[in-house]
């Protein structure tokens, strides 16, 4: 299931969506806060341009929502473990943990999904590499 050719390979690898093989961000790993928001322009290996329009990553906000949800919500569970009463301050603090903690990941993984939505895997595209868009 995570084999090259899946778009769950290219998302959990931060692999560029046509070729899964170049790097999608100057820092590749889900964890790393340094360089964490730069983006290559585009894939090395086959061409594909990452950023094919600006502001092609606005709608990656509404896939980070989501992704912020699980952890928030099992930071909140834990709180239910350990507390009587989970109050809204508590979590407004979830949230704010969860998002310190995973920013990283949270950015990256949003990004690659929202690329992943629009670009297909091409197992040519590392053999003939073509700039472009979609
Ligand atoms: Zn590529």
């Not at 560029?16 to 290559?40: A, I, T, W």
């Not at 310190?100 to 949270?106: R, W």
């Amino acid at each position: 299931m995570l084999g090259k050719g899946s778009k769950l390979y290219s998302i959990c690898k931060l692999k560029c969506p046509r070729c899964h093989e170049g790097d999608l961000f100057v820092n590749n790993s889900l964890l790393g806060y340094r360089k964490m928001s730069q983006m290559l322009d585009h894939c090395p290996v086959c061409k594909q341009i990452y950023e094919p329009e600006p502001g092609y990553y606005y709608g990656a906000m509404f896939v980070s929502y989501g992704l912020t949800t699980g952890p928030t919500l099992a930071i909140v569970w834990l709180m239910m473990l350990f507390s009587e009463e989970v109050t809204v301050l508590m979590f407004i603090g979830a949230l704010v943990l969860s998002l310190l903690l995973f920013l990283p990941a949270i950015f990256k993984l949003s990004r690659a999904i929202w690329i992943n939505i629009f670009v297909s895997y091409d197992p040519e595209a590392a053999k003939n590499p073509q700039a472009r868009g979609h």
